[in-house]
C-alpha cells in the first residue's frame, strides 16, 4: 500500500518561495506518475504539476508555469514542488498523490493521496 506523506506548508508573503516535499513509502514508483493537487476554500481540486518517476516527463498548469518545479529524489522515494513568486492565489491546500502508468494529465486515476498541507500566501 502507498503511503504518501506531505510537509513544507505554511505561510509567507506575496513574492516569497516554499518547497513542499512528499515523501512515498510501501510500493515501488518506477512505474508511477506523481502528482500534486490543491484545493482552495470553495473551489474544486486542481492539479498543479506531475512528473513521471521515470524519465522524469514533467507537466504544469498554466497557472504556474515558470514560478513552479516538480522534481523528484528517486534515491528517497521523494517529490518536490518547489514554489516561487507565490501570489495570494495560490493559498490553499496541497496534497501529493500518486498513480501507475505515464499519462501525466489523467487526473482522475490517481488513487493514493496524502493528508495535505497547508500553503497560505499573504499580500
Not at 506548508?9 to 516535499?21: E, I, K, N, Q, Y
Not at 510500493?27 to 482552495?40: D, E, I, L, P
Request: proline fraction near 2%; charged fraction near 15%.
Amino acid at each position: 500500500q502507498v503511503q504518501l506523506e506531505e510537509s513544507g506548508g505554511g505561510l509567507v508573503l506575496a513574492g516569497g518561495s516554499l518547497r513542499l516535499t512528499c515523501a512515498a513509502s510501501g510500493g515501488t514508483y518506477s512505474s508511477y506518475t506523481m502528482g500534486w493537487f490543491r484545493q482552495a476554500p470553495g473551489k474544486e481540486r486542481e492539479i498543479v504539476a506531475a512528473i513521471s518517476w521515470v524519465g522524469g516527463s514533467t507537466f504544469y498548469a498554466d497557472s504556474v508555469k515558470g514560478r513552479f518545479t516538480i522534481s523528484t529524489d528517486n534515491a528517497e522515494n521523494t517529490v518536490y514542488l518547489q514554489m516561487n513568486s507565490l501570489a495570494p492565489e495560490d493559498t490553499a491546500v496541497y496534497s501529493c498523490a500518486a498513480k501507475r502508468g505515464t499519462d501525466l494529465t489523467a487526473t482522475g486515476a490517481y488513487k493514493y493521496w496524502g493528508q495535505g498541507t497547508q500553503v497560505t500566501v499573504s499580500s
